[in-house]
């Protein structure tokens, strides 16, 4: 079963500007690692809140896990969140709370009790190599080891899908690549990973799939891809 599936997909929010997706078909396999790369305005965000329905597709098809996002109803949506876990470039930690109560609560939301989390909460600062820090406040933390407390919060769920948007546009090289280095290990583990980035670096280094979107279409779709990015593209 293919993990995304989209099939000739458009997204128009402005008729007079022309679409932000234009037909564009894409398909990711379980347990995958592909790079979106494009310059500001190429419609990767848009893309990524088409995965998230965030945002209904203006036409074609998109297909996740197995959900026909044409059938999903209004209800099923926080279900289908469970799957796709999400980590932005600025963190969105909650302030207040220590590195395993910003972790936690991805859990307390959907009702897990106080047993559970308290068993796959250590698990899973482990896999972010946070083990010892679960008592450090937000404004404790480097960057890097704030971004990790943010990867942590989206797998704790189990997600099929992770989607890293920029996680690394506000990183040091070191910092970046520790949670690059993070990203491979979830997806060694079996998850299917969605990272978009503006870093030529990481992308060069990393030689997995690249997509490359321009002007809302894919230019290129291929393995082991290198990545030259324009001045205006950063």
């Known amino acids: 079963m293919v993990m995304i599936l989209l099939d000739r997909v458009s997204k128009t929010y402005n008729r007079s500007m022309g679409p932000s997706l234009d037909r564009i078909s894409l398909h990711v396999e379980p347990k995958e690692f592909v790079i979106v790369v494009g310059q500001s305005g190429a419609g990767k965000?848009?893309?990524l809140r088409l995965l998230t329905r965030e945002e209904r597709p203006s036409s074609g098809k998109i297909i996740i896990g197995g959900i026909d996002y044409d059938k999903l109803k209004d209800k099923d949506i926080p279900l289908l969140r469970r799957k796709i876990g999400v980590?932005?470039?600025?963190?969105?930690?909650?302030?207040?709370?220590n590195v395993f109560e910003n972790v936690a609560f991805a859990l307390e939301i959907v009702g897990i009790g106080s047993?559970?989390?308290?068993?796959t909460v250590p698990k899973v600062l482990d896999i972010v190599n946070l083990k010892g820090k679960e008592k450090r406040?937000?404004?404790e933390l480097s960057g890097g080891e704030r971004q990790r407390v943010?990867?942590?919060?989206?797998?704790?769920?189990q997600p099929r899908i992770l989607i890293a948007d920029e996680p690394t546009g506000n990183l040091d090289p070191k910092h970046a690549w520790d949670v690059i280095k993070v990203l491979e290990k979830i997806n060694r583990y079996?998850?299917?990973?969605?990272l978009t980035t503006h870093n030529a670096d990481v992308v060069n280094k990393l030689k997995r799939r690249v997509v490359t979107l321009e002007h809302g279409k894919v230019a290129s779709d291929r393995a082991n891809a290198n990545y030259e990015v324009t001045e205006d593209a950063k």
């Open 150 to 157: 943010a990867i942590a919060r989206a797998i704790v769920r």
């Open 137 to 139: 406040m937000p404004h």
């Open 45 to 47: 965000t848009t893309l």
């Open 87 to 97: 980590v932005f470039q600025d963190f969105k930690l909650l302030p207040n709370k």
């Open 190 to 194: 079996g998850t299917t990973v969605l």
């Open 115 to 119: 047993r559970e989390i308290k068993h």
